[in-house]
């Protein structure tokens, strides 16, 4: 059984600050997705990687494909009030049967 | 461009009865997938649509069951409702089966007691 988990749960800090957020398994991925969700709303999609060691970034976000496709990181660089929300990433496995898998999150709050 | 929507955006239902929860997609995308979100979860899969037929399932039983429409709006309905069953239920649109840039809605609230 396939399995995502993220780390850490739950992180607050202020505004301003650096942080990085963990997305692991033990099971390779074709790809992986990072979502942001607010309250009361769907997941957004922020950014999807496919090749190992990708990076990608998005304004003050940097995301990362574990060399083994098998982890991910996303990087906030002076993190912002804005950034608030629930982070989830997701993986499809590497078979053609496989479905798309998500983790718990990891529930982020900037402090102004 | 109107994005994914779905209704009812809040549902109460007794445990026992039925419940029809219904998804349009995004204008130009022809795939509609379920997910349940259960508080404190991540999104779980629950099955895809594709030219009217699920082509996905994921670890749910058959007491889960969908539809698609040939305008590509989605209902999935639910019978015999278990308190387990309340959750956040999500749709997501995309273009093409095999596409995971899916676009989700709002969610339906479901609370079964």
């Known amino acids: 059984t396939q399995l995502l988990e993220q780390s850490p749960q739950f992180l607050s800090i202020q505004e301003g600050e650096n942080l990085t957020v963990y997305c692991n398994s033990s099971?390779?991925?074709?790809?992986l997705q990072w979502y942001r969700q607010e309250p009361g709303e769907g997941p957004v999609l922020l950014v999807t990687v496919v090749t190992g060691g990708e990076v990608k970034k998005l304004k003050r976000l940097t995301f990362q494909f574990g060399d083994a496709r098998k982890d991910s990181s996303l990087h906030i660089t002076a993190a912002q009030p804005g950034d608030t929300g629930l982070y989830l990433c997701?993986?499809?496995?590497?078979?053609?049967?496989?479905?798309?898998?998500f983790g718990k999150g990891t529930r982020l709050h900037i402090l102004p | 461009d109107a994005g994914v929507t779905q209704s009812p955006t809040h549902l109460i239902k007794t445990r026992g009865q039925q419940v029809t929860l219904r998804c349009s997609p995004k204008s130009g995308h022809d795939t509609v997938s379920w997910y349940q979100q259960a508080l404190g979860q991540g999104p779980q899969f629950i099955f895809q649509y594709y030219e009217e037929e699920e082509r996905q399932r994921g670890n749910f039983p058959d007491r889960f069951s969908g539809h698609q429409f040939p305008n590509y709006s989605s209902e999935l309905n639910v019978n015999a409702l278990l308190l387990g069953d309340s959750a956040l239920y999500l749709c997501a649109s995309s273009i093409g089966r095999s596409s995971y840039e899916q676009y989700f809605g709002p969610g339906t609230r479901l609370t079964v007691t």
């Open positions: 997701a993986g499809v496995g590497a078979r053609t049967d496989d479905k798309i898998i």
């Open positions: 099971s390779v991925f074709s790809s």
